[in-house]
C-alpha cells in the first residue's frame, strides 16, 4: 500500500489516572521508600509534581476516581454497601443532570464574557441568567459564578461497561474507562461500544475507549522484572 492511500495513523490517548487514597492500584506499593502515596492526602506537591510529570509525557488528561462512602467487605457486613435506594438507585441522578444542564448551558449566553480592558466591563451582567430553585433536598438563588469553559460543556467521561452503561455511554460520553485483565476480554466490549455509538451517529469511533494500564518501567527489562519482585 503507497504513502498515499495508507489509512491516517491514529492516536493514542493517554490518561494519568490516581485517587484520593493510599492503596489505589498498586497495593502496599506505599511502603517503599521512594513512593509518596502515603502523604498525597496532606501534601499539595504530590499532585502538582504528577501534573507537571504528565504534561511532560504529553498525556492528555488526569482522570481521578472518587467513590461514595465505603467499599464493601469480603464476608463483611453489608453496611458499608448500604449507600444508594437500591430499588430504584437512578432516581436521585436525574435532577442532578437537569440542575447541571442549567447550570452549564443555560446561564451565561454566548456574549456575556466581555474582558474588555477598555470599557472596564468583565461580564455583562444583563446577559447571565439566575436560576431559582428550592427543592426537598438544597436551595439555590444565583448564576453559576464560573464563565462557561471554551467548549461550553465539559467533557463527559464515565466508567462501566455493562449493556447499560455501554447504551449510555455510547449516547452521551466521550469517553469510557475500561478495566479488564486481557486484551480479548476488552475487544468484544469495545465492539459493542462501537456498534452502539454507530447506531447514533456517523463515526463509531468518535467515543474514545481508555483501557487501564499499570506499567513498571527500569531501564532495562531486568531491572523492571526487580521492581515487581520487590516485597
Known amino acids: ?85 437500591m430499588g430504584n438507585p437512578s432516581i436521585v441522578g436525574f435532577p442532578l443532570v437537569d440542575h447541571d444542564k442549567r447550570l452549564w448551558e443555560g446561564i451565561w449566553a454566548d456574549d456575556a464574557l466581555q474582558e474588555n480592558a477598555e470599557t472596564g466591563v468583565y461580564a455583562d451582567p444583563s446577559r447571565i441568567d439566575y436560576i431559582h430553585h428550592h427543592g426537598e433536598r438544597f436551595k439555590f438563588d444565583g448564576p453559576h459564578i464560573l464563565d462557561p469553559s471554551p467548549q461550553r460543556t465539559p467533557f463527559l467521561f464515565q466508567a462501566g461497561t455493562s449493556s447499560a452503561g455501554v447504551a449510555f455511554g ?49 531501564r532495562a527489562d531486568e531491572e523492571a522484572q526487580e521492581s515487581i519482585a520487590e516485597p
Not at 173 to 182: A, D, K, L, N, T
Request: positive net charge; aromatic residues 12%.
Open 170 to 218: 455510547a449516547k452521551h460520553e466521550e469517553g469510557i474507562f475500561v478495566s479488564v485483565p486481557s486484551p480479548h476480554i476488552l475487544a468484544p466490549r469495545i465492539k459493542a461500544i462501537r456498534e452502539e455509538a454507530a447506531k447514533l451517529g456517523p463515526d463509531p469511533k468518535s467515543v474514545k475507549v481508555f483501557a487501564i494500564l499499570t506499567p513498571i518501567v527500569g
Open 1 to 85: 500500500m503507497s504513502a498515499e492511500t495508507s489509512p491516517p495513523k491514529r492516536r493514542i490517548y493517554l490518561n494519568g489516572f490516581d485517587m484520593f487514597t493510599v492503596g489505589h492500584l498498586s497495593f502496599g506499593q506505599w511502603k517503599n521508600p521512594s513512593d509518596r502515596s502515603a502523604t498525597k492526602r496532606r501534601d499539595l506537591s504530590y499532585w502538582t509534581n504528577l501534573a507537571q510529570l504528565l504534561e511532560k509525557g504529553d498525556f492528555n488528561a488526569l482522570f481521578l476516581a472518587d467513590t461514595y462512602g465505603l467499599y464493601d467487605t469480603y464476608k463483611g457486613t453489608a453496611e458499608p454497601a448500604i449507600r444508594y435506594p
